[in-house]
């Protein structure tokens, strides 16, 4: 089983970036589809982002398109989620996970998710 663990939260002001990282265990990593969800407080688990297991393909969010950027580094066994313009409506958990198909985004399609890391956005 993939075990995934999110790095690079932080807090940071609207406007601002910041890079989240995953770091997958296993050698089978470039056989899933890899995904970010969040999670705000008092709300569901949301996709955020998927990416093909080349890399080659990418799927968004309609609230992150243009801002967030998705990307792998399969000899690394990790995926990355640059986000740019941040907002503080962007404040929540976002977890690291994978999945078979790239244009999943209910979280019971996807499995073997990571801790999360907390992304705080301050006006």
């Known amino acids: 089983q993939v075990q995934l663990v999110e790095s690079g939260g932080g807090l940071v002001q609207a406007g601002g970036p910041l890079r989240l990282s995953c770091a997958a265990s296993g050698r089978t990593f470039s056989s899933y589809v890899m995904g970010w969800f969040r999670q705000a407080p008092g709300k569901e688990r949301e996709f955020v982002a998927a990416i093909s297991r080349s890399g080659g393909g990418t799927y968004y969010a309609d609230s992150v398109k243009g801002r967030f950027t998705i990307s792998r580094d399969n000899a690394k066994n990790t995926v990355f989620l640059q986000m740019n313009s941040l907002k503080p409506e962007d404040t929540a958990v976002y977890y690291c996970?994978?999945?078979?198909?790239?244009?999943?985004?209910?979280?019971?399609?996807?499995?073997?998710w990571g801790q999360g890391t907390q992304v705080t956005v301050s006006t």
């Open positions: 996970t994978l999945s078979g198909r790239l244009y999943y985004t209910d979280s019971a399609d996807f499995h073997s």
